[in-house]
């Protein structure tokens, strides 16, 4: 039995959508199992010199823990993944894996969870702890999660063209929270609700509203400033006019430009060389499954 799972990388909370927002990016990290092969795993791509190769990796431990529910072992298999999603850089590389694991167990044992995103969606949220990252890659496009664990899934506008910037450096989802209050002013919750509300017009009919929706009273300042670089060119970006936002957890920025308001460069905003600029465009859809 072959099976391939495909996985969107996702940008959540989006500014003032904290916890909450979700948008899947057409940057996808693309896992095959193959029953028939001598059991190995490889790695090619994002962290192919650094990730486990001995089962003990989140996909391997997502599938073990699937199929434990279930009572039922998993055969021996051969796996690769094709990554292209960042790790720890804020665009959803531990909720893709949980995805792709439920997935993979969920085909091999022919459970038929990957036949149904609300299924797939409610066990990612479960075992990764992250709903908005975990809706946009089940659903694809804009996601809305709501911390009774519903999820609504809205059509992005066709004019979005995400570009993200991807520092040289990491932060992990644990770790970013430990900056953030536990309480805030009554005032900063009252503006994210009022942002929050616009950033959906935003988002699905009228991407002229971003540079006003994406603002944040909640996260984003404690997050920028552990890292300097970044904040200088998340400064640079809104002074130019450009509707920014940091990428989940951080450290990567999340920006949307147009024909007439492109995004800078590294190069005018005097940032360090060790960046990348992504345009991976908006993803429709969330997570494909390929049984052969």
């Given at each position: 039995?072959?099976v391939?799972?495909?996985?969107?990388?996702?940008?959540?909370?989006?500014?003032?959508?904290?916890?909450?927002f979700?948008l899947?990016?057409?940057?996808?990290?693309?896992?095959?199992?193959?029953?028939?092969?001598?059991?190995?795993?490889?790695?090619e791509?994002?962290?192919a010199?650094?990730?486990?190769?001995d089962?003990?990796?989140?996909?391997g431990?997502v599938?073990?823990?699937v199929?434990?529910?279930?009572?039922?072992?998993?055969?021996?298999h051969a796996?690769?993944?094709?990554?292209?999603?960042?790790?720890?850089r804020?665009?959803?590389?531990?909720?893709?894996a949980?995805?792709?694991?439920?997935?993979?167990?969920?085909?091999?044992?022919?459970?038929?969870?990957?036949?149904?995103?609300h299924?797939?969606f409610?066990?990612?949220?479960?075992?990764?702890g992250?709903?908005?990252?975990?809706a946009?890659?089940?659903f694809?496009?804009?996601?809305?999660?709501?911390?009774?664990?519903?999820?609504?899934?809205?059509?992005?506008?066709?004019?979005?063209?995400p570009?993200?910037?991807?520092?040289?450096?990491?932060?992990?989802?644990?770790?970013a929270?430990?900056?953030?209050s536990?309480?805030v002013?009554?005032?900063?919750?009252?503006?994210?609700?009022?942002?929050?509300?616009?950033?959906?017009?935003?988002f699905?009919?009228?991407?002229?509203?971003l540079?006003?929706?994406?603002?944040?009273?909640?996260h984003e300042?404690?997050?920028?400033?552990?890292?300097?670089?970044?904040?200088?060119?998340?400064?640079?970006?809104?002074?130019?006019?450009v509707?920014v936002?940091?990428a989940?957890?951080?450290?990567?920025?999340?920006?949307?430009?147009?024909?007439?308001?492109?995004?800078?460069?590294?190069?005018?905003?005097?940032?360090?060389t060790?960046?990348?600029?992504?345009?991976?465009?908006?993803?429709?859809?969330?997570?494909?499954?390929?049984?052969?």
């Amino acid at each position: 039995m072959r099976v391939t799972v495909r996985v969107p990388a996702t940008a959540a909370n989006l500014g003032p959508g904290f916890d909450t927002f979700g948008l899947a990016l057409d940057l996808c990290n693309e896992v095959t199992v193959d029953t028939m092969a001598p059991a190995t795993v490889r790695w090619e791509g994002e962290g192919a010199d650094e990730l486990s190769v001995d089962g003990s990796d989140l996909i391997g431990r997502v599938m073990t823990a699937v199929a434990g529910r279930m009572s039922l072992p998993i055969a021996p298999h051969a796996r690769i993944a094709r990554n292209a999603i960042p790790l720890a850089r804020g665009l959803g590389s531990s909720s893709a894996a949980t995805v792709a694991g439920i997935c993979l167990a969920s085909a091999l044992l022919d459970l038929g969870i990957h036949e149904d995103p609300h299924s797939v969606f409610a066990l990612a949220s479960e075992i990764e702890g992250h709903p908005d990252n975990a809706a946009a890659a089940a659903f694809g496009g804009f996601t809305i999660a709501l911390p009774e664990g519903a999820v609504r899934r809205l059509q992005p506008h066709g004019a979005l063209r995400p570009v993200v910037f991807v520092p040289d450096v990491r932060m992990s989802t644990a770790a970013a929270r430990v900056a953030l209050s536990d309480t805030v002013p009554r005032s900063d919750a009252v503006a994210n609700v009022a942002h929050a509300a616009l950033a959906v017009e935003a988002f699905t009919r009228d991407p002229s509203l971003l540079p006003l929706a994406l603002v944040d009273r909640l996260h984003e300042d404690a997050r920028l400033s552990a890292v300097p670089d970044v904040a200088a060119v998340a400064r640079e970006l809104r002074r130019s006019h450009v509707p920014v936002c940091v990428a989940g957890s951080g450290p990567s920025l999340l920006a949307f430009e147009r024909d007439d308001r492109p995004a800078l460069t590294l190069e005018s905003a005097n940032a360090p060389t060790s960046w990348r600029i992504l345009r991976p465009g908006v993803r429709d859809r969330g997570y494909d499954v390929i049984v052969a």
